[in-house]
């Protein structure tokens, strides 16, 4: 589904109407995606989980040598007045970070090291659930970028938009060992009786950040939330799967590969309470500050 930015943009420190943004074929970040970015989730308007959207953008920028802003209230600032102008309090808001210098092709080293830009764009309606699709080979767990929220991301649109051409909604991406690492935007997870598993880390999927609030923050009785290495099989066993995104929250899987998906669990509805509680209780403390 397409995201149409609002009309004004974070060109670094200025907001500028959308048309009037410049950026230069010389900028290396731009000929070869080399850059950071991260989504998140503009809820009553307030940035949810911008610290940790912000730690994950610094370490991958520095994973990938790219020059990163050094002030984050300084951005943090920037980002509120983008929000403000294009009256987006409840949107997606993209924050990317571009590199401008080094590289085989590159203009002259002029101006900043990097360029960040940012905007907003409406929330959609997301349907009631998901239909998945398998591609072996998806994700390489093996390799030292693995993780990293890099905008290279034209291998990823190309498998996302097949899957579309096919009739599904999202692609489960398996690694070279043959183990669920992820979707194209989302993470996955499953429920097997009181238990609630999602790939590691090492499995080479990204450390998303609903999938880090449901490890770390959300808690329901009797229920426990972990890492587990996961197969395709594992799908058909379980009593429900479901992926999570920042813009999406939580969504049930119905089928993967045209097979529906049994629903034994009761477990999803109540986290997705339990998350919304959490999303809530971050807005309200914000508003105290």
């Not at 970015?37 to 920028?61: C, I, K, Q, Y």
């Not at 051409?165 to 043959?178: K, P, Q, S, T, Y």
Request: hydrophobic share 40%; charged share 20%.
């Amino acid at each position: 589904m397409k995201h149409l930015m609002h009309p004004f943009v974070l060109h670094n420190e200025q907001i500028r109407a959308l048309p009037e943004v410049s950026l230069s074929p010389g900028q290396t970040g731009l000929l070869s995606g080399w850059g950071v970015f991260s989504t998140l989730r503009v809820v009553e308007g307030v940035p949810f989980a911008f610290e940790r959207h912000w730690n994950r953008m610094r370490e991958d920028a520095r994973r990938l040598r790219v020059p990163f802003p050094a002030q984050e209230g300084e951005t943090l600032s920037a980002l509120m007045r983008l929000i403000e102008a294009n009256r987006a309090y409840d949107a997606a808001l993209r924050v990317t970070v571009i590199r401008n210098h080094g590289g085989i092709w590159s203009g002259p080293a002029t101006g900043p090291g990097y360029d960040l830009i940012a905007f907003t764009a409406p929330i959609h309606e997301h349907p009631a659930g998901v239909h998945l699709t398998v591609r072996p080979f998806g994700r390489a767990a093996a390799s030292a970028f693995r993780g990293v929220k890099s905008i290279a991301w034209g291998p990823n649109l190309a498998v996302l938009e097949e899957a579309h051409a096919n009739g599904f909604d999202e692609v489960i991406l398996l690694n070279e060992r043959g183990e669920v690492s992820e979707c194209v935007s989302a993470n996955l997870f499953v429920a097997e009786g009181s238990k609630v598993w999602t790939p590691p880390l090492d499995s080479g999927c990204l450390a998303g950040v609903t999938r880090e609030m449901l490890l770390s923050e959300v808690r329901l009785d009797g229920v426990s939330i972990a890492e587990k290495t996961l197969y395709p099989e594992d799908f058909d066993r379980s009593g429900e799967v479901f992926i999570t995104s920042t813009t999406r929250g939580l969504l049930p899987v119905f089928s993967i590969e045209g097979r529906p998906l049994g629903r034994s669990s009761n477990i999803l509805p109540r986290l997705q309470e339990a998350y919304l509680r959490v999303v809530g209780d971050y807005v309200r403390q914000w508003e105290r500050v």
